[in-house]
């Protein structure tokens, strides 16, 4: 069923956008089902879990940390994770550089812009990246793009708003603070359930979970 899921999932993608599949609190023995059916991207949500999955499965896995970042929790997957999403404050980002430096990597991060109307998301928001100083000498992060989330609403309308603000603002900063980045090129946005609409607004990067491995039992991370 996971390798069925993932088909059907990715005869929907435009070849501009690529899936992460979203794999936190499931087995290792369905993150090795969907790499058998030629999954390579995956993302996790929590430090230790990523750092115990990755060191149980092939190595040409593409891992993609994905959940709120926690300075001192770096450490768990920084010296082979390819991606993060959700750098929130430049603070968090210094701390990525610093943790990448100890490790002598260069780790590709997004920047995490709050559109969503609720105060429970996490993010820059559009007028901070607008008006920050990206001159910092950060030798270790390589800025890739941005990564959003929006709104937890049925109202298909208030997604598309969300989701259409994001790609304005990576428009804007990819025509002025980072015009002469060939890195910064990703739009990670959209979940199982509106990962269509984030792809009409030019998503590069989908997160999908639950509609390739199922529901999640939470308790499980209790």
């Not at 993150?31 to 230790?48: D, H, K, V």
Request: proline share 5%.
């Amino acid at each position: 069923m996971i390798a069925e899921n993932i088909a059907r999932i990715q005869a929907t993608l435009p070849p501009s956008a690529r899936l992460v599949a979203v794999s936190k609190l499931k087995p290792v023995e369905d993150i090795l089902e969907a790499y058998r059916a030629g999954q390579r991207l995956f993302g996790e949500n929590y430090a230790t879990e990523l750092r115990d999955k990755a060191a149980l499965l092939p190595p040409d896995i593409e891992w993609h940390f994905i959940g709120h970042l926690q300075s001192k929790q770096l450490k768990y997957y920084i010296p082979f994770v390819s991606m993060i999403h959700g750098v929130d404050s430049l603070e968090h980002l210094r701390d990525v550089d610093a943790a990448a430096a100890k490790v002598r990597r260069t780790v590709d991060v997004l920047l995490q812009v709050h559109v969503a109307q609720e105060e429970t998301k996490f993010g820059f928001l559009p007028s901070e990246l607008e008006n920050m100083q990206f001159a910092e000498n950060l030798e270790h992060t390589r800025i890739c793009g941005l990564m959003a989330m929006a709104s937890n609403t049925p109202d298909e309308a208030r997604i598309c708003a969300d989701f259409h603000a994001v790609k304005l603002l990576f428009d804007r900063l990819k025509a002025g603070p980072f015009a002469a980045s060939p890195h910064f090129r990703e739009l990670s946005m959209g979940m199982s359930h509106d990962y269509p609409l984030a792809l009409a607004e030019g998503a590069t990067l989908v997160r999908i979970g639950s509609s390739i491995f199922g529901a999640r039992d939470y308790s499980k991370n209790q």
